[in-house]
């Protein structure tokens, strides 16, 4: 596998703000945030995309969305009246520029719709 730089963030090869981590997953601050809260929640294994996620990979997505839930409470973005978005995108065109698998959890500003 050539080098992967969320692998290298989850070996700690990387310094990144860690907010949360876990046996399955870490949980970092994105280091070009759209909003004031913008977390990234990778598995520690290596997966490529959400195109690439098998039913043997349910553990590992369940616990990221747990962190990210968790993420939101902590950084005070999860109740009912302000809320958050969870994030995957998968592809060039969805502009998914590190091919590992990682949930954005971005919040504490209003968000518009449709995103991009």
Same mark, same amino acid.
């Given at each position: 596998?050539?080098?992967?730089?969320?692998? !290298?963030?989850?070996?700690? /090869?990387? =310094?990144?703000?860690?907010?949360?981590?876990?046996? /399955?997953? #870490?949980?970092? *601050? !994105?280091?070009?945030?759209?909003?004031?809260?913008?977390?990234?929640?990778?598995? *520690?294994?290596? %997966?490529?995309?959400?195109?690439?996620?098998?039913?043997? !990979?349910?553990? &590992?997505?369940?616990?990221?969305?747990?962190? $990210?839930? &968790?993420?939101?409470? !902590?950084?005070? %973005?999860?109740?009912?009246?302000?809320?958050? *978005?969870? #994030?995957?995108?998968? @592809?060039?065109? $969805?502009?998914?520029? #590190?091919?590992?698998?990682?949930?954005?959890? %971005? @919040? @504490?500003?209003?968000?518009?719709? =449709? =995103? @991009?």
């Amino acid at each position: 596998m050539s080098a992967c730089l969320f692998c !290298d963030v989850v070996a700690g /090869k990387v =310094p990144a703000e860690v907010v949360r981590s876990t046996e /399955k997953v #870490v949980a970092f *601050r !994105d280091i070009n945030p759209t909003a004031p809260v913008h977390v990234l929640v990778v598995p *520690r294994r290596h %997966i490529e995309n959400a195109a690439a996620l098998e039913l043997e !990979d349910a553990e &590992e997505v369940a616990e990221m969305l747990v962190t $990210a839930r &968790e993420v939101a409470n !902590d950084e005070g %973005i999860a109740s009912s009246d302000r809320g958050y *978005r969870l #994030v995957m995108n998968v @592809g060039s065109d $969805a502009m998914n520029s #590190v091919p590992h698998l990682h949930l954005h959890v %971005i @919040g @504490g500003r209003a968000m518009t719709w =449709p =995103p @991009g």
